[in-house]
T-cell receptor
Framework: AQSVTQLGSHVSVSEGALVLLRCNYS??????LFWYVQYPNQGLQLLLK??????LVKGINGFEAEFKKSETSFHLTKPSAHMSDAAEYFC?????????????FGQGTRLTINP | KAGVTQTPRYLIKTRGQQVTLSCSPI?????VSWYQQTPGQGLQFLFE???????NKGNFPGRFSGRQFSNSRSEMNVSTLELGDSALYLC?????????????FGPGTRLTVT
C-alpha cells in the first residue's frame, strides 16, 4: 500500500530564508508525486507534480521539488520565503498508471513565516 | 475556465440525519473524487467516479455513498450522520485518463454534525 510521511508537522522560517519541507513516500509501483498547498478556509491548490522524466520539478510561486528514487523522497524547497507562503502543505502520491485518481496524502506541514 | 464548485459551503446537521453534497467539476473533466479532511485523520480518499461509474473506493462505511451524472457533476450522500462525520469534504476533478493523476480541488463543504 502506498503511504506518505511528512517530517515535521510545523515548520517556521524567517522571511527571506530557505524553505525546506520534507516528504518521503512508499509505493510498490512507479509513483506520481504531488505537492499541494492549502490556505485557511480554502481547498487544495496544486503546486507541482512529478510523473516521469526530469527529477527536478518546478512549480508555481517559486517552489520546486526533487524526486530521489534511491531515498524515496520528494522534498519541497523555495530559496526565499515570503509572508504569503504561510499555509499548510501536503505531499501526495498516486499509483503511477493512467487513470488512477486516488491520492494518498501525508499529514501536512504547517509553514509559518516570521517577519 | 471556471474551477471546481461545491455546494453548499457550510452545513449544520443533527446526528441521525442524512446529507447530500454537490460538486461540479471543471468543464471537460470526467473524473470526480471525494476526500474527507479532519484534524485527526487528515485527508482521506472516499471514492472516485469516472463516466458515471465508481472506479475507486476508500475505506469508509456504507453510509457514505456517491454518484455521478452524465454531465460529470457528482453528489455524495452520508446517511445516519454521526458526530465523527464532522469534517471538510473536498471534491476534486481531473480529466481522468492518461493525465498523471493531476486533480483540481474545490473549496470544500464544511459539515458540522451536532
Amino acid at each position: 500500500a502506498q503511504s506518505v510521511t511528512q517530517l515535521g508537522s510545523h515548520v517556521s522560517v524567517s522571511e527571506g530564508a530557505l524553505v525546506l519541507l520534507r516528504c518521503n513516500y512508499s509505493s510498490s509501483v512507479p509513483p506520481y508525486l504531488f505537492w499541494y498547498v492549502q490556505y485557511p478556509n480554502q481547498g487544495l491548490q496544486l503546486l507541482l507534480k512529478y510523473t516521469t522524466g526530469a527529477t527536478l520539478v518546478k512549480g508555481i510561486n517559486g517552489f520546486e521539488a526533487e524526486f530521489k528514487k534511491s531515498e524515496t523522497s520528494f522534498h519541497l524547497t523555495k530559496p526565499s520565503a515570503h509572508m504569503s507562503d504561510a499555509a499548510e502543505y501536503f505531499c501526495a502520491v498516486s499509483e503511477g498508471f493512467a487513470g488512477a485518481q486516488k491520492l494518498v496524502f501525508g499529514q501536512g506541514t504547517r509553514l509559518t513565516i516570521n517577519p | 475556465k471556471a474551477g471546481v464548485t461545491q455546494t453548499p459551503r457550510y452545513l449544520i446537521k443533527t446526528r441521525g440525519q442524512q446529507v447530500t453534497l454537490s460538486c461540479s467539476p471543471i468543464s471537460g473533466h470526467r473524473s470526480v473524487s471525494w476526500y474527507q479532511q479532519t484534524p485527526g485523520q487528515g485527508l482521506q480518499f472516499l471514492f472516485e467516479y469516472f463516466s458515471e461509474t465508481q472506479r475507486n473506493k476508500g475505506n469508509f462505511p456504507g453510509r457514505f455513498s456517491g454518484r455521478q451524472f452524465s454531465n460529470s457533476r457528482s453528489e455524495m450522500n452520508v446517511s445516519t450522520l454521526e458526530l465523527g462525520d464532522s469534517a471538510l469534504y473536498l471534491c476534486a476533478s481531473s480529466l481522468g485518463a492518461g493525465t498523471g493523476g493531476e486533480q483540481y480541488f474545490g473549496p470544500g463543504t464544511r459539515l458540522t454534525v451536532t
